[in-house]
């Protein structure tokens, strides 16, 4: 009897010590998953209102997938697809609607530039649409900081 009630604590000495020698990546796999936030940047040059549609939808759709807390996302427009952005946009009340849960609508100052030299004036923006000077450094700089990338 003696020497099976030693078997046994000698079985989890060593299940013990071979816990306290895994390496740290198994330790940190096997540990409980640490919710990760997730980043996504969508480029919009398009003024096509079908993909917008859909680009919008997406955006709904991993919002209900991750959560909202969960998961940032910046849309930035330049070329057509700033159009999608302007007070004259089908898609004005989703937008504002999104921008009230943490989406970012990032507007291309090049762009609007070059439309104020041809037309006379810059379009007027939704408000709360931020500004960059250079909508595809913006999208450099967000992939550089780790975001993900979409371009549909």
């Not at 996504?40 to 997938?65: A, E, G, P, Y």
């Not at 070329?79 to 609607?97: H, V």
């Not at 970012?104 to 530039?113: E, H, I, K, R, Y």
Request: proline share 3%.
């Amino acid at each position: 009897m003696l020497s099976r009630g030693l078997g046994v604590g000698l079985l989890l000495v060593v299940l013990v010590g071979v816990g306290t020698f895994l390496p740290p990546s198994y330790a940190a796999e096997s540990s409980t998953a640490v919710q990760q936030s997730h980043r996504l940047v969508i480029q919009m040059n398009k003024n096509d209102t079908d993909l917008q549609d859909q680009v919008l939808s997406n955006i709904v759709n991993l919002q209900k997938h991750y959560g909202l807390d969960e998961i940032e996302i910046e849309l930035v427009a330049y070329g057509a697809g700033i159009w999608f952005l302007t007070e004259q946009s089908a898609f004005k009340a989703r937008i504002e609607s999104l921008m009230l849960q943490n989406v970012v609508f990032t507007a291309c100052g090049n762009t609007l530039d070059m439309i104020a030299v041809r037309d006379g004036k810059r379009p007027p923006l939704i408000e709360g649409v931020e500004l960059t000077q250079t909508g595809l450094a913006r999208l450099i700089e967000r992939q550089e900081q780790g975001w993900s990338y979409l371009s549909p």
